[in-house]
């Protein structure tokens, strides 16, 4: 077999590992110095703006190592956040080795932690790379140290570099050659190759990712995906150095490109086996699962006439993210829209955003709800992802909501509140192990607690030092309450929450009064009501408004006055009508955020 080497980085947010890819693709003549501009695998500009890296690409690269014979290093990239964790496992399962980025002047963080399991678990060498070095504030010493006590990876070798710099690059690659081990597969076997990743292109249509483990393919060949037995014949296949390149064929060892008559994303799923029609692989790839959405919102135009707009919009981004799930929904306070399911918060946030800007949609989101599973007294299970459509109570024999397994590192003087926030979000201590300064806290956690506000309650508790990754464990039985929202007597079905009996009178009463203060006085007394069934558990009144408020500017300053209309009309734009009372966007994500 040629001399492969296939590896990923691994590393915390911001800890170099765009940066460091971006110097080894340099380094190894992929890009011209001047095709360099931006992080290059970052590829969404979206993306570059937040720093992270959401789809996983790839980069097939040509170095001749100092023994003078030429490898091929395939750089796969992972994704960096809690929310992409399976795209991570699948990216990590088709690599031999990791480099594992660590920021000498931060050490060792939870992600680090998390992907780095992850690599142990999937048999992947890991070299532990110090990186930031030219840093003043680096101390390497102290992150091996950390590496060693926290991961349990021997960090003796730990290669030290500086990825802006370029010094010590080398080095790594070097590590790379010697010490990842090269692809095993046999190219004679019967075709198995793992997809990495798949995207929608404009010009080609799906484009999948793969690692071929097993056999080969080439143009023409009839493929067949695993997971649903669909077949496709093969337009062409190639790599990227990071720009496309077609080949004849991909064999055992190699990751690159499969472009076939494919249309819709979902089709070609992350983590599924593709094999030839012709001469099957008995059995696919271990590891295959089916993402399932794990935080659900509704998204509502502000204008109603641009419901098919939105829907167009949804669409079109559906193309390119196969995670990304929606369905019509009609709510009485918002009117007509979509229900959508995310990975995760972050998911959610992109692509919130990437709707308002790319597709210049103003937007009313719900608050974020997790999946409930609900036992109904006639022995059936419903799966509940909008809390105004769970069942009356009385027709209930339990709520199940999910739990979540939450690791989190923080420096020893942030233990304290950290402990009290986690014990605050119902969480039960697993276990607390002191790591030099460094802390780790795993706990048990309800998933609807994290969605809530926990990760940033968690970050400006420990002043932004702690850090969190999480993973779904199980569905737990508890006692939850539908919180409704009444605002001048008529439920806004959008602002209801599901909460733990215990805290629903106090979450009402915050929230009724959190409402009092976000919707404008209108020329009536409004009640704001906050209810469980029938039963009232907090109510404010927002007094009605008296002056105009421009009278304040009468006879004042024309421009200041113009300043306010403006800023009443850009406000008007957020706002909804619900019966006679205007409730504006932050009302609906107010639910969200407790104190
Ligand atoms: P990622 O989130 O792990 O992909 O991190 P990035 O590669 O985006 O780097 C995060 C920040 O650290 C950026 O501002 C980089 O310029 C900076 N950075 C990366 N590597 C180094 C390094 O070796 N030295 C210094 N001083 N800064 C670095
Ligand atoms: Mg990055």
Known sequence: MRQIRNFSIIAHIDHGKSTLADRIIQRCGGLAEREMDKQVLDSMALERERGITIKAQTASLLYTARDGQEYQLNLIDTPGHVDFSYEVSRSLSACEGALLVVDASQGVEAQTVANCYTAIEQDVEVVPVLNKIDLPAANPEQARAEIEDVIGVDATDAVMC???????VEDVLEAVVARVPPPKGDPEAPLKALI?????????????????VDGCIKAKDRMRLMATGAEYPVDQVGVFTPKSLVRDQLSAG???FIISGIKVLADAKVGDTVTLATRPAPKPLPGFKEIKSQVFAGLYPVESNEYDQLRESLEKLQLNDAALRFEPEVSEALGFGFRCGFLGLLHMDVVQERLEREFDIDLITTAPTVVYEVLLKDGATVRVENPAKLPDLSKIDEIREPIIRATIYVPQEYVGVVITLCTQKRGTQVDMRYHGRQVQLIYDMPMNEVVMDFFDRLKSASRGY??????????????????????NGEKVDALSVIVHRASAQYRGRELASKLRGIIPRQMFDVAVQAAIGSHIVARETIKALRKNVLAKCYGGDITRKRKLLEKQKEGKRRMKQVGAVEIPQEAF?????TD
């Open 162 to 168: 500086s990825a802006k710099t370029g010094l010590g």
């Open 196 to 212: 990495i990743d798949s995207w929608f292109d404009s010009y080609v249509g799906v484009v999948i990712l793969v690692r071929v």
């Open 254 to 256: 190699d990751v690159g």
């Open 466 to 487: 702690a850090s969190l990754d999480y993973e779904f464990k199980e569905y737990q039985s508890a006692d939850l309450v539908k919180l409704d929202m009444l605002v």
């Open 589 to 593: 994500l107010a639910v969200l955020r």
